[in-house]
């Protein structure tokens, strides 16, 4: 069973970047998919960012353009590069990972947060 693990959270000024990585203690280069989440406090978990097996990436209108996901199997890891941060995206940043039966796999979470 895959286990993942963030980091690269902190504190970041507006405007600033950070970069996320998620470990995982296997390969990834079976999943189907990973993604990306973050949970603001008194809100919903929401999707940030998400890349396929294949390569695809995808974003929703708040990180498109500033977020971008990358992946590099030989480390098993998976990245979360975020440029021209905003107060609005201080969080707790969840990797998350879909096994080829469709079992969802998250790791525990890593801070974020922007100051102004």
């Known amino acids: 069973q895959v286990q993942l693990v963030e980091s690269g959270g902190g504190l970041v000024e507006t405007g600033g970047s950070l970069k996320l990585s998620c470990v995982a203690s296997?390969?990834?280069?079976?999943?189907?998919?990973m993604a990306w989440y973050r949970q603001a406090p008194g809100k919903q978990r929401e999707l940030v960012a998400t890349?396929?097996?294949?390569?695809?990436?995808n974003y929703p209108d708040s990180a498109k353009g500033r977020f971008t996901i990358s992946r590099d199997n030989a480390k098993n890891t998976v990245y979360l590069l975020m440029n021209s941060l905003k107060s609005e995206d201080t969080a707790v940043y969840y990797c998350?990972?879909?096994?080829?039966?469709?079992?969802?796999?998250w790791g525990q979470g890593t801070q974020v947060t922007v100051s102004s």
């Open positions: 998350n990972a879909v096994t080829p039966s469709n079992y969802l796999l």
């Open positions: 890349i396929t097996r294949l390569g695809t990436t």
């Open positions: 296997g390969s990834i280069a079976h999943l189907n998919a």
